[in-house]
Structures are given as structure tokens and as C-alpha cells.
């Protein structure tokens, strides 16, 4: 069986639709439905149901999903052991990450990978956490560098690299920034600008707030935490942020106990075999979790 007909169809059933796929794959639209076609005309049943303008799964597809990614995972592994048969770094990491890890924690350990591993082609990309766990665990990435969850998925091995404290912080402007001895309690009369629900990072914060004796104020979600930083500092609400995005137009309010925190750290597939590449990789992160900020 030809794999490129088999991995556009996982691209599609992933993405959930033609066009996600075409993008994924770097091919027109066309040529992905020409493939799909093709692997349906070749097992004889149709895999996909167009409804309106969406699609779905069709009993076969859904049946054959699981099947197709087990293979991608096997092609993959062949692919790293025949590379690497004369023990040379090189072939391809497939990394995803969020985009705050990839913008303040791994710039200088990128440089320092692609100087010393010319011969390796790094494919980057970029997905909030939670998303970034599930295509681990699909086999599209090898590696993520990811905001923790309390209980990582079975197939996933993980490992703790940095600790990251949430400080609350406010503009300078903000009613909260007067108060000498600001509480927890004292937040609820305020909006709060928080990450969306159900993130790793949100369910930290609102852990700790829980702990604090809750908060029962208005709450704006955003999914960036750049766009959480600049929002605070125009004086919209108070926000729980990483200390590399605080700046001199925030102040941050000191509680008993500290602030909420989070822990970012390394998955990948504990089904697949590390390659060379992502070895090499994992040498040059922190040897064990760090409060570095």
C-alpha cells in the first residue's frame, strides 16, 4: 500500500477537514481529496462522510484511525533506525511545544541543537498543551515541551524540567496596587484575566484560589499569555503570570503561602523508540526541574 494516500487520510481525520489537512501536509486541497479517494477506491468503502460542508468519520474510518497511526509510528521508527545505523545525529525531530515555552525557555537551547546537529531536520511546531500531549501520544511529534498536567496520559513518559511561579500581578493603576496588604478574598470584587478554561494553567490558578478561600468575581478568558500581560497592564483586571512576562508597569501582590505555580516539562511516547535526534535533544535540557524563571 502506498503511505501517502493512508497519511492524508489521518490528516484529515485529525485536523477535520481537507483544507487542515492540505496545510499540514504543504499540498493543495486537490491533491488530498485525490488521495483520500484513492485509498478508499483501494479498500473498496468510503471513510469519510461529507455533511453540508463538514465531514465526519464513517464507520470504516473510524475502524481504520487507530490502525493508521499505529503504522505511522511504525514507519516512523523504521525510518530513525535505518538513519541511524551509523550512530550519525541526523534525521528528523518533530518537536511541538506552546508558544510561551518556545518564545522564553527555548530559544538558546534551539541555537545551541541546530549548531552542534546541522544534519538534523527540525520540524517545530507549536499547539496549547493539552492539544500537544494528544499528538504525542498520536505520533505526529516525538518530543513536547509542554505545561504538565497533574496526570500525564498512560502512553506518555514524562519529566518535570522547570517549576514556574504565577505571581498576581496588577497595572500599577489598578485600585489592588493601593492596597498595603492585599488578601485573596479582597480579589473578587475585581475581574480576573485568566487562560481559558480547562487548561493545565488555568485549573492551576484556580486550585489555588480554591485553597486562598475562592473567587467569586468576573472572569475574562484569553488564550495567550502575551495578550493576558498587555491586557493587565492597561488596568482591565489582575492576572497570574509567569515572572518573564512581568515588567515595571505591573506590581505584583504578595500572599501568604506564595503564588500559584505551574510545572513545565518534557513528554514523548513511551511506545516509540527515542531517536538519535531526540536524544541528543533531551541532553542539553535541564537535568532535573529547576526554579529558574
Known sequence: MDIQPLLAFLAVAETGSFSGAARRLHLTQPAVSKRVLALE??????LFDRVGRGIRLTEAGTALLPVARRLRMDLGEARRVLAELDGRVRGTLRLVTSH?????????????YTRRYPEVHLELGFLDSEAAFQAVARGEYELAI?????QAPAELDVRLLWQDPLPIAVSREHPLARLERPTPAGLSPYRALLPAARTVTRMRIEHWLAVQGGFTGAVMEVNYLETLRSLTGIGLGWSALPV???GPELKVLDFPGGPPSRELGIARNREISPSRAALAFEALLPPSSSNEC
Do not use: K, M
Open 100 to 112: 510561551h515555552i518556545g518564545l522564553h525557555r527555548l530559544p538558546g537551547i534551539l541555537r545551541d
Open 41 to 46: 477506491q483501494e479498500l473498496g468503502v468510503a
Open 146 to 150: 509542554v505545561t504538565l498536567p497533574p
Open 244 to 246: 518573564s512576562l512581568l
